[in-house]
């Protein structure tokens, strides 16, 4: 089995060992650096070219956001490049729609469980995103905003936010498209469950799953379980 090469960058000691620590104890995972700050963190990466980089956005030398868009400026968007799960107390609205507007690849609270975030990394690896629930309803609530406020940076990042979320998909999704077992599975994507958790929940086997996956997104004109699940929330599909 191949392992998930995780590094992590978290400059709070107790939190940065007991993340690695709890890591170790998979065999799934295998933790290749760490560091306490992003100059350290940026070049760790460098040199160990992780699958994972769990980047805490409050770094004390550069803002984890920053370092997340130097990230996924380095990798030129190849497909096998350092993927970034963004570990955060902060869930203040400028916090989160930066740290999507800087691509990064997963969302998460600090206050997630720890089979939480181990599912995390297993979505974030095979392709897809994980949103903390929290954080999915912050870049709901903004993107339903109408009107943005006049402060200057705060209106840019909000707006290149908004147009990333809306994209070409601002008509009205009917929810009558989708069968029930898909709104039951599209439920739980915004939920942040990957394939194996839906098919546990639902008594279904996890191909079933990924075909009413591959539907919904057909179906809500989405690229990744990520836009699909921006875009329930949005139009009222889940709660």
């Known amino acids: 089995m191949?392992?998930?090469?995780?590094?992590?960058?978290?400059?709070?000691?107790l939190t940065r060992v007991g993340i690695r620590t709890a890591l170790q104890q998979k065999e799934e995972?295998?933790?290749?650096?760490e560091a306490a700050n992003a100059t350290e963190g940026s070049q760790m990466l460098k040199q160990t070219h992780p699958d994972i980089a769990i980047v805490d956005i409050g770094l004390p030398?550069?803002?984890g956001i920053e370092l997340t868009r130097e990230i996924k400026s380095a990798s030129g968007g190849e497909e096998s490049a350092t993927k970034v799960l963004i570990l955060t107390l902060r869930d203040n609205k400028e916090a989160v729609l930066a740290a999507f507007a800087a691509g990064a690849d997963s969302y998460c609270m600090k206050d997630i469980r720890?089979?939480?975030?181990?599912?995390?990394?297993?979505v974030t690896h095979n392709g897809n995103s994980w949103i903390d629930p929290a954080i999915a309803r912050i870049v709901l609530q903004q993107a339903q905003q109408s009107t943005l406020t006049s402060e200057s940076a705060?209106?840019?990042?909000?707006?290149s936010v908004n147009t990333a979320i809306k994209g070409k998909n601002?008509?009205?999704?009917?929810?009558?498209?989708?069968?029930e077992r898909e709104l039951e599975v599209l439920q739980l994507i915004v939920e942040g469950c990957s394939n194996a958790v839906i098919a546990e929940r639902l008594y279904i086997t996890v191909g079933t799953v990924?075909?009413?996956?591959?539907?919904?997104?057909?179906?809500?004109?989405?690229?990744?379980?990520?836009?699909a699940a921006v875009r329930a929330l949005r139009s009222g599909l889940v709660g």
């Open 210 to 227: 990924k075909t009413h996956v591959r539907n919904i997104l057909n179906k809500l004109c989405a690229d990744d379980r990520t836009q």
């Open 2 to 13: 191949n392992k998930i090469r995780v590094a992590l960058i978290e400059d709070h000691d």
């Open 154 to 159: 705060t209106k840019e990042t909000t707006t």
């Open 61 to 63: 030398d550069k803002d």
């Open 29 to 33: 995972i295998e933790v290749v650096g």
């Open 114 to 122: 720890f089979d939480n975030l181990l599912e995390a990394l297993r």
């Open 170 to 179: 601002d008509e009205i999704i009917d929810a009558y498209t989708l069968t």
